[in-house]
């Protein structure tokens, strides 16, 4: 059964990169089938889907966040990681990581994680 | 980029009733390429449905998807006490995934 967890930093200055990583447990991150995908959630708002990632490390990302938004994959760790830059309070929120099956939508996620943006 | 509307924004329902929440889309969403999500405070959103109408494993029956090209529901039969939620929609059909606002589900 696979499972993810997110880690990473829960508070983050101002302007620095927020970065986080999510570990693929219970199967293979190299999965021709999958993508592996992020998404975040602001205090009292809903899902924001930011970026997803193929095994063989081709990725899309939400326009809104493109310009600061890099998703990359570690086959050796059995990892995926989101790195955003020039973040402000607005990037405040819980962070998900989830695995995407082609044609099935988004079947397994991580418990989230909290990051805060505050100097 | 396909925008998702839900509506309504709140449902306000008693255990027992049906619900029928709604996902209409700005462009048509071939191949059927919607979900359903649940979502509950302090959890990690649950897949529902995909593929519009496809119950995900383990999903109970009363959950029923349907729709095609831009509009979409779900409904839920009896609603169950833990039934009470957020409800997300989403496509996959683009590279650029979207989700709807949300409906919030509660009890009446």
């Known amino acids: 059964q696979v499972q993810l967890q997110e880690s990473g930093p829960g508070l983050v200055k101002p302007s620095q990169t927020l970065s986080l990583t999510c570990t693929v447990s219970g199967g293979s991150i190299n999965s021709g089938s999958h993508y592996w995908s992020w998404i975040r959630q602001p205090a009292g708002k809903g899902l924001e889907w930011i970026g997803r990632?193929?095994?063989?490390?081709?990725?899309d990302y939400n326009p809104s966040l493109k310009s600061r938004v890099t998703i990359s994959v570690d086959m050796s760790k059995n990892q995926f990681s989101l790195k955003l830059s020039s973040v402000t309070a607005a990037d405040t929120a819980v962070y998900y990581c989830a695995r995407v099956v082609a044609a099935a939508g988004m079947d397994v996620w991580g418990e989230g994680t909290t990051v805060t943006v505050s100097s | 980029e396909i925008v998702l509307t839900q509506s309504p924004g709140t449902l306000s329902l008693s255990p027992g009733e049906r619900a029928t929440l709604s996902c209409r889309a700005t462009?048509?969403?071939?191949?059927?390429?919607l979900a359903w999500y649940q979502h509950k405070p302090g959890q990690a959103p649950r897949l529902l449905i995909y593929g519009a109408s496809i119950r995900a494993t383990g999903i109970p029956d009363r959950f029923s998807g349907s729709g095609s090209g831009t509009d979409f529901s779900l409904t839920i039969s009896r609603l169950e006490p833990e039934d009470f939620a957020v409800y997300y929609c989403q496509q996959y059909v683009t590279s650029l995934y979207t989700f709807g606002q949300g409906t919030k589900l509660e009890i009446k």
């Open positions: 462009q048509s969403i071939s191949r059927n390429y």
């Open positions: 990632i193929s095994s063989s490390g081709s990725a």
